[in-house]
């Protein structure tokens, strides 16, 4: 497994390539679609990895609560996962990058952070919203999502914070990114 972190003050953001449903965390964040009813990427893979208690308790909030909004944030249980929540948040669809999509991708990272801080949590781990099937080009995202996440950290919100990519290819982009973003990394 391939990591990079930085330091801001006792609070850590860590680059990872790997399996986001493996993460042993407080919670990991779902990029979910309105409906919460599963689907493909990284969606798909959280709800076959947590089990079929996940969907039931996703149509009780669905239930409940209504759709959820693009850039909102909502929390169930893990079930089968390693992660002892699941904070699902809906990014924006890439329509070109003039229809609000900057300010939806920041809302959902914020959002689940602050869901997370409520919480009590101290551990989240991502996924890049919204960069698969959603479409978001990862060289826009990341600026995004890695600000985002280096202010959650930096305001305590949680002790640590996860961005995790699947591929090495993937993460090799990010990581460039990052170090662009954040400044060269640091060595455990």
């Known amino acids: 497994m391939t990591q990079m972190f930085w330091r801001f003050g006792g609070e850590m953001l860590v680059l990872k390539q790997g399996d986001l449903t493996q993460a042993e965390v407080d919670a990991i964040v779902n990029a979910a679609n309105p409906g919460l009813m599963g689907g493909g990427g990284i969606d798909g893979a959280i709800h076959k990895a947590a089990g079929p208690q996940l969907l039931e308790a996703n149509k ?8 959820l909004a693009p850039g909102n944030a909502v929390m169930v249980p893990g079930f089968g996962l390693k992660a002892k ?21 920041r809302a959902a990272y914020t959002n689940s952070l602050d869901l997370a801080a409520e919480k009590g949590l101290a551990t989240i781990a991502f996924p890049a ?60």
Do not use: N
């Not at 809906?90 to 991708?105: A, I, M």
């Not at 978001?136 to 996860?162: D, H």
């Open 85 to 105: 929540h699941v904070i699902h948040t809906v990014g924006p669809v890439w329509r070109g990058g003039g229809q609000g999509e900057e300010e939806v991708l």
């Open 129 to 188: 919203i919204s960069c698969g099937a959603y479409g978001y080009p990862e060289k826009m995202a990341a600026p995004v999502a890695l600000e985002a996440m280096k202010q959650g950290v930096s305001q305590r919100k949680v002790q640590e914070a996860f961005l995790y990519v699947y591929s090495l290819s993937a993460f090799q982009t990010w990581s460039d990114l990052a170090k662009d973003i954040l400044g060269e990394p640091q060595i455990l």
């Open 60 to 67: 009780q909030v669905v239930k409940e609560q209504g759709e």
